[in-house]
């Protein structure tokens, strides 16, 4: 879209930049990211911080302000970034500290859903959560402003750890579980990855977050996943909680990708499980 700063607000043109980085870090002699890194100067060189002013953006653009930092040791890529989201957080109110929740945007902050309650989008707080958790996982241990994202992590889990159903998944909307009570696919496996990438990187406990994190895991495996291989429940693409019916037919492209982040990370534990496996997880989820 050419070298505006126009083409980049919108995160999502960030995200393909990933691909790119990797190539360049493969050493492909034809990668080139002197266009990507052009690309991000120009909003890091910008006075502007209201770029991500819905919380989606997170995801799709922050890690790679990361990355580029990885790749050139500067860190005015990790500074704007954290201004970024803190502006979105703090200046335009989209996170409720109270809460431990996010507002997808602006326009929900003072809303209520028909019964009553604040409206936590699902999928908009697991962007966010699988965000942190890939932040945090880059992000050097020197960097002052890293304790930020840990602290925000973990409000987010144990609100989420709370506003799990009974049956291991999370509704659409996380305050207003009558709203549709049908369980949703999205939400629920980033949880779960989020989940489990704590337990696996020291960052959440595990005798406190196992539980719930392998409840979300036996749903999604059992309920979620259908046996030619679909991916159902899952919301159609949106910004807010629904009343569309969710059935084991209803999917979407970004199911699979999410599925197999719970997965990785479910293997990644197994891999530090001694002895039999199928026990200690029979002892660990019924108790």
């Known amino acids: 879209e050419g070298n505006t700063l126009l083409s980049v607000t919108n995160a999502d043109n960030i995200f393909c930049f990933r691909t790119y980085m990797d190539l360049y870090n493969t050493g492909v002699e034809s990668a080139d990211i002197s266009y990507v890194q052009n690309q991000i100067d120009t909003i890091v060189n910008s006075a502007s911080l209201a770029h991500w002013d819905w919380i989606d953006a997170f995801y799709m653009a922050a890690p790679t302000f990361v990355r580029m930092y990885e790749m050139t040791g500067d860190e005015k890529y990790l500074d704007k970034m954290y201004k970024m989201i803190k502006y979105t957080a703090e200046n335009l109110n989209c996170y409720d500290e109270e809460e431990g929740l996010w507002y997808r945007d602006a326009r929900y902050i003072d809303q209520k859903s028909e019964n009553g309650e604040k409206i936590f989008w699902s999928r908009g707080d697991g962007w966010v959560y699988a965000a942190f958790a890939q932040i945090i996982e880059e992000l050097p241990d020197s960097y002052e402003n890293k304790d930020y994202f840990v602290d925000v992590f973990l409000a987010m889990s144990e609100a989420l750890k709370a506003a799990q159903c009974e049956k291991g998944a999370w509704h659409e909307s996380l305050h207003d579980k009558a709203y549709n009570p049908d369980c949703e696919m999205s939400g629920t496996g980033f949880f ?22 392998l409840k979300g895991w036996r749903w999604l495996a059992d309920t979620a996943l259908q046996d030619n291989g679909h991916i159902g429940y899952v919301q159609h ?6 009343k569309n019916k969710l059935t084991a037919d209803v999917t979407e492209d970004y199911a699979y990708a999410i599925f197999v982040f719970a997965a990785s990370e479910l293997a990644k534990y197994l891999g530090g499980v001694q002895g039999d496996v199928l026990p200690y997880l029979q002892k660990k989820l019924l108790g």
């Open 192 to 213: 779960t990855y989020g989940m489990l990438w704590g337990i696996n990187n020291g960052y959440l406990d595990e005798e406190e977050y196992l539980y719930p994190a």
């Open 237 to 242: 693409i949106g910004a807010e909680p629904t």
